[in-house]
């Protein structure tokens, strides 16, 4: 008898579907957020769009069990998208002053050292890890903290709510954030010495 509890989510093919292109307008949202945020310092609408790139990001993934839109493209470009807007925004807060040039470096080092890391499964032939649950929420929480830290810096009543809430999620999120990539390099090591690498001469 089978059971459903451990089956593995089925990717199709399929390139347009509904999720797809909604990650395909955040990704054209990064630039724009850019622009907005350095150029014409246009704090209330770059904060909109902090806010609708978190919506879509939520909706997207809602949309495809919904829609059994589930495709190997999606697979890939919603958490590329979620890294893009992750480090544009850290990137574009160290410029203007926003966030302190020490948690920019915690959080761009933590994906940089998991992006070495994929060299490892790559050498065997492997996949990467699956992704942690907890991970995802720690993304989730620094990218609703990003855009109430930016709120907090603009001219109105809610300057201070901005700021206090977006630094708590910013807190709890860099802690896990930090935790969960502990957790993958530590997946990444037990396998570099539990499965020795292919040869590059093997076929």
Do not use: C
Not at 21 to 41: A, D, H, M, T
Not at 93 to 104: D, Q, S
Not at 140 to 152: Q, V
Not at 163 to 180: E, K, L, P, Q
């Amino acid at each position: 008898m089978t059971t459903e509890r451990n089956a593995e989510p089925v990717y199709s093919d399929r390139i347009l579907t509904v999720p797809n292109v909604l990650s395909l307008i955040r990704l054209i949202g990064v630039p724009v957020f850019l622009w907005l945020l350095l150029v014409e310092k246009a704090d209330g609408w770059a904060f909109a769009l902090l806010i609708l790139s978190g919506f879509t990001d939520f909706l997207d993934g809602k949309l495809a069990r919904l829609l059994d839109q589930s495709s190997k493209l999606g697979a890939i470009l919603d958490p590329l998208v979620d890294r893009l807007y992750l480090l544009a925004t850290l990137g574009g807060f160290l410029i203007r002053g926003i966030l302190p040039w020490w948690v920019v470096v915690i959080l761009v080092a933590r994906d940089g050292i998991l992006f070495l890391t994929l060299g490892i499964y790559r050498r065997r032939h492997l996949d990467p890890p699956d992704v942690i649950y907890l991970g995802k929420a720690a993304t989730f929480a620094l990218m609703s903290a990003l855009p109430w830290i930016l709120a907090g810096q603009m001219d109105w009543a809610a300057a201070g709510f901005g700021r206090a809430f977006g630094w708590a999620f910013m807190v709890w999120g860099t802690a896990v954030y930090v935790w969960t990539g502990i957790l993958y390099l530590g997946k990444a090591i037990a396998v570099a010495r539990a499965i020795p690498a292919v040869p590059h001469h093997d076929q």
